[in-house]
């Protein structure tokens, strides 16, 4: 499986990359920014792109996603309980002076427990609330490249930290319930892909 994540945008979000190296196919989880970045990646490794996942609906975590469609026909998922941001981008990158830009509709709404497969390559969904009500996380089911189990956890948990929860529709009651029984109960050798920072694992962000 091909693996990348790069950070795109003035946020510096983690865009994940994943591709099947059999079918060339792939997933691309949070394309916040810099379409120009993510076709490089996905053109150096000659893969077709199938879906769009999407953590949650802060606008740099969606803001590609409509160019991804229209281009490569990529199909966009994301939670319901975020659909409220996801249709306020357009406000959203206006507080921040970015270009207001409507976004598709999403095609399929995340929930928990379900798998979503692209070739072999599998993401569970795992419902996260509190940085905002509709927070997912996407543990990977499908082999991994060094065999270590893996978890996408978008604004949910960082190394050394919390997503915020001042925002529109968080709270900080919600996000701690959601990483000590989502997150904390994965095996501990888990390693988490933030949606920003570095990596970690679920043992060094449980021993804080």
Not at 120 to 136: F, K, R
Request: proline share 7%; charged share 25%; aromatic share 6%.
């Amino acid at each position: 499986m091909i693996l990348e994540s790069f950070p795109v945008g003035s946020f510096q979000c983690n865009c994940v990359v994943l591709g099947d190296e059999t079918t060339r196919e792939a997933i691309v989880i949070d394309p916040g920014d810099d379409i120009e970045r993510i076709r490089e990646i996905l053109d150096h490794h000659r893969l077709t792109i199938r879906k769009t996942l999407h953590t949650h609906g802060h606008l740099d975590h969606i803001g590609a996603a409509g160019e991804l469609k229209v281009e490569r026909g990529a199909s966009v998922h994301i939670h319901r309980g975020d659909l409220p941001l996801w249709r306020s981008f357009p406000e959203q990158a206006a507080l921040f002076g970015m270009p207001a830009r409507e976004l598709p509709e999403p095609d399929a709404f995340l929930r928990e427990g379900e798998t979503v497969t692209v070739g072999s390559i599998a993401l569970e969904v795992i419902e996260t609330p509190g940085h905002t009500p509709g927070s997912v996380c996407l543990r990977l089911v499908s082999p991994t490249p060094g065999g270590e189990p893996l978890l996408f956890s978008g604004d949910t948990l960082f190394w050394k930290g919390i997503g915020r929860t001042d925002l529109w529709g968080g709270d900080y009651a919600t996000i701690l319930a959601s990483i000590r029984d989502k997150i904390f109960s994965l095996p501990e050798e888990t390693l988490v892909y933030p949606g920003h920072g570095p990596v970690t694992s679920v043992r060094d962000e449980r021993s804080r």
